[in-house]
Structure formats: structure tokens, C-alpha cells
């Protein structure tokens, strides 16, 4: 049975993905393939037609397609509430015309409607995560800013059934107050969030600094009048004003307010249904510092979260809900790594290499672990391209830029020559999995670098450069049989230099989706500061270097 999953156009993140009897086969990112980075609100277009032709399949072999929210004239004008009615039905209104217009450019023209499926965009999450975690029970949690009926849900999985416990109405969004913090912290919504995560560590929280927020039932709630006025009152830093005491400080209330709630969330969930089992999904999923407290709680003893937690992973959650419907079968495929997306191989490469030689010298490794590793002791910054891409918006170790996260100054050096970015935006070590308990007392695994643990202080010092200023790190561990060149990679350094970790972030410069080709990988080398270019099994340096 062959299934399409498809993220809704009026996503925020887009994407495509391949289910081949339950099991997934291909999955992109339509950024990746546009250079339009998140591609919101946009049809999957290219990410669908990279999904069949990798198969050899056309839309005639697709059995079922399935879109990762509602159809707007389901939902539009459900959670009206009595209190705000004039509002609540005007904006209901809104939703259904903007729905619609989305649905118009579905890029499937002529498919038989019979065959096309909307699924509830918190199911659909909630399905890319628990669907996939290879537990047969679990509870979960969906959160985002907002996703068609419902901003959230508290659900218990089991076996191939999603039951809904709790939904939060659009109104009362946890990821909605985080974007629109954001935004008034001067950073672009659905894109800067991260950025007040990374901030939040430098202030202090005030655990009653967000008043709306309301803490006397069991699952706290916001009050979305007085939401309002919060925000009414609080002044926006313009782009180019500094970060001030006040911003951190509102970082940190942020932050630490949304811990909060999640824990809460997770102890309710807990108490209805006594599972040591916790997954996460959800753009609000993506919150690595969340994560982490999350999976210190001490009835948490398996945590998954979906690398591609944001909209993207709707297209595989539906995908996956379909199936489930359709077959009444157990899901048994479990999502050990992110590599779905295009690769290239080594005459490719050369080609696109070729192409650059007035810039550039190369040469064909015979052993690109080793020879990567070495640069890397010597300090050089590396482009590391292997590989299928990654989903989701870490790179895991395929569309990488690396470093020795051993010398302090490598942040800045990165921050600065490589990435563009402000210089507090820190970085991630990835770790070989056997060696996580030398950096971390926390012995989860954590393969999507979307769970941030205390380190260790007497071993801090060797990946100083990817630790944030709070004594955290969000790892990724690297597991030898999922990624073996990256594993491999990592063995080679710390037999040079002792330290079984590299600094890892993605390949590309701030404003810019991950590179996808090699082109654009050697396009991106050329025109940063990144020193060595490992590329398939060839090394390149620049001709002025
Ligand atoms: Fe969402």
C-alpha cells in the first residue's frame, strides 16, 4: 500500500512523505528543494514529486494521500465560546475562508477525491511521534500556536489508536504566547523562537511574570483576555536595539513558564494513565530545554520526540493515521534515524566540483573519516555533506558543519565567520552513543539533538565550545549502526585527540535552508568561513587558502 503524506499548504513548514506498506521511504522538507527557507504557507509541490521519482512512482501508484490538518469547513466553527462570541465567530469566519483558499493549491490535480484524507492536524502530530517511537503505549503531547480546531492535545496511545484526553482551544495556545513573545523581543515568529530559547538562560525568570497564565486546575490554562491586554502592554525591541536585562529576563519567565506547564501537562496525562512512556510532537515539541526537563521527570522513563516536531511531520502523521485506518494493523516501523531526504553520490559530487575548480582545489580520499578527523584536530572549521538529508530542522550529522568542540573560542569563531548570527546562539555537541555518560549523568539516548541535559563539570571543559551558558547541552548521540560515517568520523577525532564528541550545526548560513546539493554545499563553502569541505569521499580547500 503505497501513501502520500502531504503537509496542508497553509502550514507553516512544508513537506512530503513516502509510506510503502506502513513504512516510510522518503520524506523532505520542501525547503530544501525551493531555497525558501520553512516554505510557509506554500504547497509541498516539489518535496511530493521528489517523494514519487525517488520510488519510480507516479500519483497513479498512490493508493491514499493524506494532509496533515482538517478541512477548513470541518473546523471552522468548532470551540466557539459563549463569553467572546462576536470575535470568536469572526475569526471562525476567517479560518474558513483562509482554509480554503489553501486547499486550492493542494499540488494534486485530477486525484480521486475518495482517496484523499484530511487528518486533524494534533492527531496527525501526535501520530508522527507515538506511531513511530516503537512503543506500543504511551502518553503524548502535541502543542503548537495553533493547527486548525485546537492549538494542542494531551492523548494516550496504544497499539494503533490515538484517544484524546484534553484540547487546547486556539485561544489558550502555549506556542501561541511564545510567538508573540518572540515578536516582541524582535525576533520573526515562527522562525526566531529558538533564538529566545538560546536567550533565556541569561535572565532571570519570574515564576508570576506572565499573568494570564492560570495555575489552579490541574492542567494550567492562559486567561486570553488578559493575554491580550499583557501583550497590548508590553513595548516591541526593534530590530537593532540591544537585548537589555528586561529581554532576558522575559526570556527567562518565558521560558520557564512553558517548563512549567509541560510538566504539569505530563504529571496530568501520568495521573490518568500511569505510562512511563512520554511523546512529543508539535512545533512547541522543538523546545530542546522543555524536552530535557521533561525527561528528567522520574515516571518518564522512554521519551520520543519526532525530529520533524514543527508542521513538516504532519505529512508522516497523517501518512501514518491513514494507514492505520486502513489496514487496523500495529505500526511496527520505528524512526531510529532522520536521513529520508535526497543524496548524491560520488560522480555527482565531482561533476559540481568540477564546476568550481577556479576557486577550489580537491582531491578523492582514501579515507574521508580519517582525513576529516585530522583537519578537525588541526581546528578547521568542516563542511560535512554525506549522506541522505536530514528531516527536521537539526542537521544530524549529513549536512553538518563541524568543529573541535574542545576549543572555547570555536563558538565565536563560528558564530562569526561561519554562521553570521549573534554571538550568544549557541552550539550542539554530537557524542558517540557509548560515550554519552562521559559528558551527561542523564543516560537517555537522544539522536535528534532535541533534548538538553546537564553536563558533567569535570568533563565539561572538553566540549566547552557546544555548551550552553547554563551548563546544558542539547546532544546528539550518534549511533554507530544508524550514521556509521558520522560514527566512524567521530572514533577517528577522539583517537587523535581523546574527546569522542565534534561541535555540530547545520549546514547553511543563517537565513538560508540547509544545503541540499553539492552545489549549493560548495556554493555555501566558498562563501563563508568554513576552511575544509568533506564532500562524499572528497576533501576541498579554497584556492586563496
Ligand atoms: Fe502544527
Not at 503505549?137 to 494542542?152: F, K, V
Not at 573541535?404 to 548570527?421: E, F
Not at 562521559?438 to 539516548?445: G, I, T, V
Request: charged share 20%; net charge neutral; proline share 5%.
Amino acid at each position: 500500500m503505497n501513501i502520500l503524506g502531504i503537509t496542508h499548504p497553509i502550514s507553516w513548514n512544508n513537506a512530503a512523505c513516502l509510506l510503502i506498506d506502513g513504512e516510510l521511504v522518503s520524506m523532505v522538507e520542501e525547503e530544501r528543494l525551493n531555497r525558501i527557507k520553512h516554505s510557509p504557507r506554500m504547497p509541498a509541490k516539489l518535496a511530493m514529486e521528489y517523494c514519487l521519482n525517488n520510488s519510480n512512482l507516479s500519483l497513479n501508484d498512490i493508493d491514499y494521500i493524506a494532509i496533515g490538518f482538517d478541512k477548513a469547513s470541518n473546523v471552522a466553527f468548532k470551540n466557539l465560546g459563549v463569553d467572546n462570541i462576536l470575535s470568536d465567530l469572526n475569526q471562525a469566519a476567517n479560518w474558513l475562508i483562509e482554509g480554503k483558499k489553501y486547499e486550492k493549491i493542494l499540488p494534486f490535480e485530477n486525484y480521486p477525491a475518495d482517496r484523499v484524507f484530511f487528518i486533524n492536524h494534533h492527531l496527525a502530530h501526535a501520530a508522527s511521534s507515538f506511531f513511530v517511537s516503537g512503543f506500543q503505549e504511551a502518553n503524548i503531547i502535541s502543542l503548537d500556536g495553533s493547527g486548525g480546531s485546537e492549538s494542542g492535545i494531551l492523548a494516550t496511545g496504544k497499539d494503533s489508536q490515538i484517544d484524546i484526553l484534553h484540547r487546547f482551544p486556539n485561544k489558550e495556545s502555549w506556542g501561541l504566547i511564545y510567538e508573540l513573545i518572540t515578536e516582541k523581543l524582535g525576533f520573526r515568529r515562527h522562525s526566531g523562537e529558538g533564538k529566545v530559547m538560546g536567550l533565556a538562560p541569561y535572565g532571570k525568570p519570574d515564576p508570576n511574570g506572565l499573568p494570564f497564565v492560570k495555575w489552579d486546575k490541574p492542567i494550567p490554562y492562559i486567561d486570553s483576555k488578559l493575554r491580550k491586554e499583557y501583550m497590548d502592554s508590553l513595548p516591541t525591541r526593534l530590530k537593532n536595539e540591544p537585548l537589555l536585562d528586561f529581554h532576558k529576563n522575559l526570556a527567562a519567565t518565558l521560558q520557564d513558564t512553558l517548563e512549567r506547564a509541560a510538566i504539569r501537562m505530563a504529571e496530568y496525562l501520568y495521573s490518568v494513565n500511569a505510562s512511563n512512556n512520554l511523546c512529543l510532537a508539535g512545533g512547541s515539541a522543538l523546545n530542546c530545554s522543555m524536552n530535557g526537563k521533561l525527561a528528567n521527570l522520574p515516571f518518564v522513563k522512554n521519551i520520543f520526540i519526532q525530529p520533524a516536531s514543527h508542521d513538516s511531520g504532519t505529512a508522516l502523521g497523517a501518512a501514518l493515521m491513514v494507514y492505520a485506518k486502513k489496514t487496523n494493523k500495529n505500526l511496527n516501523f520505528v524512526m531510529k534515524h532522520a536521513y529520508w531526504g535526497p543524496e548524491s553520490n560520488d560522480d555527482q559530487i565531482e561533476v559540481a566540483l568540477e564546476k568550481y575548480s577556479a576557486k577550489l582545489n580537491y582531491y578523492k580520499s582514501q579515507n574521508i573519516t580519517l582525513d576529516t578527523a585530522v583537519e578537525l584536530s588541526n581546528g578547521k572549521i568542516i563542511g560535512w555533506f554525506q549522506g541522505r538529508s536530514e528531516i527536521g530542522p537539526r542537521a544530524l550529522g549529513n549536512r553538518s558543519i563541524l568543529a573541535n568542540p574542545s576549543i572555547a573560542s570555536m563558538k565565536d569563531k563560528v558564530n562569526n565567520q561561519v554562521k553570521h548570527r549573534e554571538p550568544w546562539r549557541p552550539f550542539a555537541p554530537s557524542i558517540l552513543e557509548e560515550e554519552k555518560g562521559r559528558y551527561f549523568k542523564e543516560q537517555k539516548n537522544s539522536p535528534f539533538m532535541i533534548l538538553a541535559f546537564d553536563t558533567l563539570p569535570e568533563t565539561r571543559d572538553e566540549i566547552i565550545a557546544a555548551v550552553h551558558i547554563d551548563g546544558t547541552a542539547r546532544p546528539q548521540t550518534v549511533n554507530k549502526l544508524t550514521n556509521p560515517i558520522y560514527w566512524n568520523l567521530i572514533r577517528e577525532f577522539q583517537k587523535i585527540s581523546g574527546i569522542p564528541a565534534v561541535l555540530n550545526t547545520s549546514f547553511n548560513v543563517d537565513s538560508q535552508p540547509i544545503v541540499n546539493t553539492p552545489e549549493e554545499a560548495i556554493e555555501t563553502f566558498l562563501n563563508c568561513g568554513i576552511e575544509v569541505l568533506s564532500i562524499g569521499n572528497f576533501i576541498a580547500k579554497k584556492l586563496d587558502e
